[in-house]
C-alpha cells in the first residue's frame, strides 16, 4: 500500500516561500511519475507541478515561475518549492502520482495559507 506523508506548510504572507515535502513509502518513487495537486476550500483538487521519471517537468499556468517541482529518488521523497506566493495559491496542497500514475489512496495534505 503506498502512502503518502505531505509536509512543510504554514502561513505566509504574500510574497513569501515554502517548501513542501512528500514522504512516499510503499512504492519505489523512481518507477512513477510524480506530481503536487491542490484544493482551495469550495474548488476541485487541481494538479499544479509533475515530474517524470527522468526529470521532465511541467507545470499549471498559474503558477509557472514561482513553483518548482524536485525529487529525491534515494530518500523517496519529492518536494515542491513555492515562490512569491500569491492568496490565490491558499489550498491544502497533496502529492500523488501523476500522468497515468494517480494512485487511489491520498495523503493528509499539508494546510498553505497565504494571507497578511
Known amino acids: 500500500q503506498v502512502l503518502f506523508v505531505e509536509s512543510g506548510g504554514g502561513l505566509v504572507q504574500p510574497g513569501g516561500s515554502l517548501r513542501l515535502s512528500c514522504a512516499v513509502s510503499?512504492?519505489?518513487?523512481?518507477?512513477?511519475?510524480m506530481g503536487w495537486y491542490r484544493q482551495a476550500v469550495g474548488k476541485q483538487r487541481e494538479l499544479v507541478a509533475g515530474?517524470?521519471?527522468?526529470?521532465?517537468?511541467d507545470y499549471a499556468e498559474a503558477v509557472k515561475g514561482r513553483f518548482a517541482i524536485s525529487r529525491d529518488n534515494a530518500k523517496n521523497t519529492v518536494y515542491l518549492q513555492m515562490n512569491s506566493l500569491k492568496p490565490e495559491d491558499t489550498a491544502v496542497y497533496y502529492c500523488?502520482?501523476?500522468?497515468?500514475?494517480?494512485?487511489?489512496?491520498w495523503g493528509q495534505g499539508t494546510q498553505v495559507t497565504v494571507s497578511s
Open positions: 510503499g512504492i519505489s518513487l523512481s518507477s512513477y511519475k
Open positions: 515530474i517524470g521519471r527522468f526529470d521532465r517537468k
Open positions: 500523488n502520482g501523476a500522468w497515468g500514475d494517480l494512485f487511489d489512496s
